[in-house]
């Protein structure tokens, strides 16, 4: 070999070196940007997807992207970019690519966003093969979902053991969303025996590691002394805790415990303000509740027109107690000239649903032919469902109905008018599993 060639050779090499450091810290730069910390290897540099700095993390994984075009973990890192800035069209070829290399990562948010329609056309069946590969992989956010897809029956047939199998899988790893769940799981006996001390452990670690549903619940445990002594004053930290970080479950049982009293000082105005956070979140127990509060002016000025509005919201949401409150502000003419036609039809939609009070309220009609022709019968036959389901109202209006004459004498006097009653405000259930995918 000749001089020149020698030279040649010695130049190239420390070339390649130098070309191949620049693409190890284009990669790395990428990672420390847009890298799940359930990733081996990333755990102190990684974050959620919707903590991604975007901005940063396009611009350094697009850099690692073209030095290395393909680099599965950067395709995966870039998708995830691209999708907590909104820009689903750029993230899915990304995911897709990635994911069929292999990709946990990718697997794992590609298969929540076909699982929900997020951006892409909704496939549950595709979405649910997605997670099972990442999460037979180990992959904890994969088997968090997964777990939600069995506890749903989103792509496979609703089975709560297997739920259970996987919230396990990913809160043993440490996932605080899978402890919460399978916190929750012991608490409702789904997949499980009902156990509320496992409950109380496993809420404990999910609202340890901060996640904010594990926060709530167990404030919930310790409201209806679940597992755990009755502790108000505990139930109300917790919620303060999780309220203030935008929950919008806590707001409204905050706002709860200020209306009356337990754990905190009662407060109408602040319990007005805390269902004020919640139903401006579209939480229809909220918006319930804060309807009461300005039907009864109580904590605000009184005005029937925005308890209306409040109800009627909730009441399109499926809140039964706001649509047998919005029936009777219209049967009473408040809030809005009176509408027996619609009076009936929310009260009607109440009692349809099982709901109590709504069922006790058609009796009413029906006894007193409020839009109706009266009809004793049937009004009977209401009266006594909402008894069966232990509404002590409705067995009195029963009893009465029964007592009195179906032909009355023209000289008796007239009877009393069978009781309705609107729904006060009432504290929120809890939260089996949130209905939407935690992103990671």
């Known amino acids: 070999m000749n001089k020149i060639g020698l030279t040649v050779l010695v130049l190239v090499a420390p070339l390649a070196f130098v070309a191949s450091v620049a693409r190890a810290e284009d990669a790395a730069g990428c990672a420390k940007e847009a890298a799940s910390q359930w990733e081996p290897g990333y ?81 549950e069946t595709r979405g649910a093969e997605m997670l099972r590969r990442a999460a037979d992989a180990g992959f904890a956010p994969a088997q968090n979902s997964l777990g939600l897809s069995y506890d749903f029956g989103e792509g496979v047939e609703q089975d709560y053991v297997e739920a259970v199998r996987w919230y396990r899988a990913a809160a043993e790893q440490g996932l605080p969303r899978g402890e919460t769940n399978l916190g929750l799981m012991y608490r409702e006996g789904l997949g499980t025996p009902r156990d509320f001390v496992a409950a109380w452990a496993w809420l404990s670690r999910g609202a340890e590691h901060g996640d904010l549903l594990g926060i709530y619940n167990l404030g ?145 009609v029906y006894e007193n032919g409020i839009g109706v022709t009266a009809d004793r019968e049937l009004a009977m036959q209401y009266y006594q469902q909402a008894a069966d389901l232990g509404y002590q109202l409705a067995a009195d209006n029963l009893a009465a109905l029964r007592d009195r004459p179906a032909t009355p004498d023209s000289g008796a006097e007239p009877a009393a008018p069978a009781v309705i009653a609107p729904i006060s405000p009432t504290q929120p259930e809890p939260m089996v599993t949130k209905p939407d995918k935690l992103k990671n």
Not at 79 to 88: L, N
Not at 228 to 249: C, M, N, S, T, W
Request: net charge negative; charged share 20%.
């Open 43 to 123: 755990e102190s540099i990684g974050r959620d997807t919707l903590d991604i700095d975007t901005g940063a993390a396009i611009k350094a994984c697009v850099a690692a992207l073209e030095a290395e075009p393909d680099n599965v973990a950067v395709k995966a890192w870039l998708g995830r970019a691209y999708y907590a800035g909104g820009q689903h069209e750029l993230a899915v070829p990304l995911f897709e690519a990635a994911s069929a290399m292999g990709s946990n990562v990718a697997q794992a948010l590609y298969g929540d966003m076909l699982l929900a329609g997020d951006g892409v056309t909704q496939n």
């Open 220 to 364: 919930k445990l310790y409201e209806d002394g679940q597992g755990v002594a009755q502790d108000y004053d505990r139930a109300a930290e917790l919620y303060q805790q999780a309220a203030d970080a935008g929950d919008k479950y806590a707001q409204t049982s905050l706002g709860f415990l200020y209306e009356t009293g337990a754990g905190v000082t009662a407060d109408l105005a602040k319990a007005a303000e805390y269902y004020h956070l919640a139903a401006a979140q579209d939480y229809p127990q909220a918006q319930q509740n804060l309807g009461v509060l300005y039907e009864d002016g109580r904590g605000v000025t009184q005005d029937f027109a925005h308890a209306l509005e409040l109800y009627l919201k909730a009441a399109n949401a499926g809140n039964m107690d706001a649509a047998v409150n919005a029936g009777l502000l219209y049967f009473d003419g408040k809030g809005t000239a009176a509408d027996p036609t619609e009076g009936l039809r929310w009260t009607q939609l109440a009692a349809d649903a099982g709901n109590e009070v709504g069922l006790n309220n058609m009796g009413h």
